[in-house]
């Protein structure tokens, strides 16, 4: 197993959010978390980001505990994280805001390869390498906020709704870029507000309500839920 | 060649051409009607000045703090110089021929940084760092007031254990002065100049060309995302308090034969460079050097021809306009307000 949570309680200041949250990843998956606003999709993946202090639980990465760690530890132990804000630096050119996802990559070499991976990857970021990322379109930055994340070639990526704001023929193409990284053997997590389209490309599914997991499963189960058909897919 | 007219006209059209265009023409105006130590007084002040602003914006932009204790590094720089280089030039006096009449000045000015950079990761340690790990809540306030009381507490310390009076030496490297263009300029202020040029270069270079400069630009950008990416933020926090305490310490040592050491000696520099912050907009550090050979001139410009006292009304009038028209400053389009995060 890749990724295992176990019991996860977490929150902001006396605010608690996720209440015994426990689900697993193995290697290779495409896992997603889908749920209404205000679930604490986001929540779950700072916490096993680093971003976000756990109240409880524990995290365990590749069978180490990574309960607590830092997230620039979290990070070097082959974890990225795509944040719903993207947070990138936005007076740095695309080409910058690359380096810096290699951060915890010291060889140039190495640093190299992975630029061109992305660039691959993304050709539009090719062609605007010394824009400024704050001038760049909703969907350019999502396409670096995707491609940094890939920089420090992790071995598993959080993603938080890579597809929000995106006009629908963006939004396939970053769904098209997911898939690149599954054939790669990436092991994905994805947040997605589209659950459609989510639950049909992944392999397996936890539904997230009220800080509790509702329901999980192989995500084409989950699809023909009674239940999440009403709720979330409005059949 | 092929020159691209447009894109310098527009340069020139913007708020930072229109105010680079004024200031060379002022200075050029002014060291016709005046002599050239108008000149070399804008550009050795300016050159101070860049090093203590750069340290500023550097605070603001990385740790979010409106530092008002930066002075108190440029005068414990200055003090460190004094101490370090009596001794040694007392032994100059005695021994002409020795190597220390020209490695001397340098010791004392690496110390004088030194002193600067430790001081700020005592301050970062015993100040900072505990309310940081307390409450983040109101930061903005709470830091600035914590640095109004470090300057307070430091300028007694320096008052209480090394006394009220003045500080100083009478040269750094002595010989005769070197005539530039029929002016006479010391070579202490030739010294002074190049040193600063020089380490405003290398930390440009350093902010923008190595891993670590731009692990620091990224967390004044995005503290989040520059988790994200893998950097530890607690070194990068103390590795720029550091780097610029020791910006201010090692202008307060170059300038020592200038300006003597004593307790509020670091008021005067902290005030400029605040107007230097604010007129070339937060988190610049190009638009910072500008802006400090810009503030420099303006007051080298209102002491010959105003009079000495108007040195801070003119500068400070100039800039509440500056906000009232352009509240981003004159470089500072592209930046964030750090205030606004
Ligand atoms: N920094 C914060 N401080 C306090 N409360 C927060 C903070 N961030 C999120 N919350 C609260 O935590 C709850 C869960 O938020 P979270 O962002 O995890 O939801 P989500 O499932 O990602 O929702 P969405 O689909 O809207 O992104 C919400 O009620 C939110 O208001
Ligand atoms: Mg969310």
Redesign the interface.
Known sequence: MLLEVKELDAGYGYLQILRKVSLQVDTGEYVCIVGPNGAGKSTTMKSISGLLKPMGGKIYFNGEDITGLPAYEVTQKGIAFVSEEMNLFVNMSVQENLLMGAYTIKDKNAQQDRMEFVYDLFPRLAERKSQLAGTMSGGERKMLAIGRGMMSKPTLMLVDEPSFGLAPQLTETVFESLDILIKNGVTIMLVEQNVNKTLSVTDRAYVLENGRIGLDGKSSDVANDSYVKKVFLGV | MYINFKAIANWAKSAAGITITISIAVALYATINSGPYVLVNTIITGGMLALVATGLTLMLGVLNIAMFAHGEYFMIGSLTAFYVFTPISNYIMENPDSFLVIIGPVIAIVLSMVSGAIAGVISEKLVFGPLRRRSTDNWVMNSFLLTVGLSVLLINLHQLIFGADFKGIVRYWGGMPVSIAGAFISRDRIMAFLISGLIVFLFWFFMTYT?TG??I??VS??A??????????ENIVLLTIALSCALAGVAGGSLLFMYPSYPTMGLEPLYMAWFVVILSGLGNILGAVAGAFMVALLKVVTVEYIGAGWDFVVPSALIMLILIFKPSGIFGS???GVLDK
């Open positions: 891993r731009r692990a630009r990224a950008q995005d989040t995302g520059a988790q994200i990416v893998g950097i530890n933020i592209e930046v964030r």
